[in-house]
């Protein structure tokens, strides 16, 4: 094995080796500095291996490092045509309709309501979201009006109204 000291500087996924923590029955431990800035000391063959990769920030819903890989997950799969942003990712069936989902750390979200919450709307579980535009894979929340599950049909027969409707309408 190579002298402990030659690891410090070295970067495994989004942590870096700052000193050696220990060094217990051919156990080598290293001070880590993550990314998002936390520190650790993890064992330095789980780093090598790539079996620890960050701090856990990557995993964590609502911190800064996840929530940048989630955005970038979703601009990967988002194809930008005129007013219409095309999904290019999953879709499921429900009620005879399809929805764009993506899987990320063992979630599902809909692309849609993340946008909007990213937005800062708030969303309520029991919210849906109607598109009103022609093209079926559009993904843009202009396009979408949020409606309770009781008035899911009314925006279908589009007697609730999303904004790309009305400035179509108004024009």
Sequence with gaps: MAHPNNFIGKKYGHLTIKAIAKYRTSTLYVECECDCG??????????KSGKIQSCGCIKVPYSSTFEENVRKRIESLIEVQG????????????????????????????????????????????????????????????HHVKVAKCNVKKALKKEIKCAYLKRRESR
């Design 38 to 47: 936390k520190s650790g000391i993890f064992k330095l063959e789980s780093l």
């Design 83 to 142: 007013e219409c942003w095309i999904w290019k990712g999953l879709y499921r069936m429900i009620n005879n309709r399809f929805y764009p989902f993506f899987n990320s750390h063992r979630k599902q979200y809909n692309p849609v309501r993340w946008f909007a919450e990213q937005q800062g709307e708030v969303v309520h579980r029991n919210w849906n979201f109607i598109r009103q535009c022609e093209n079926e894979k559009c993904v843009n929340p202009d």
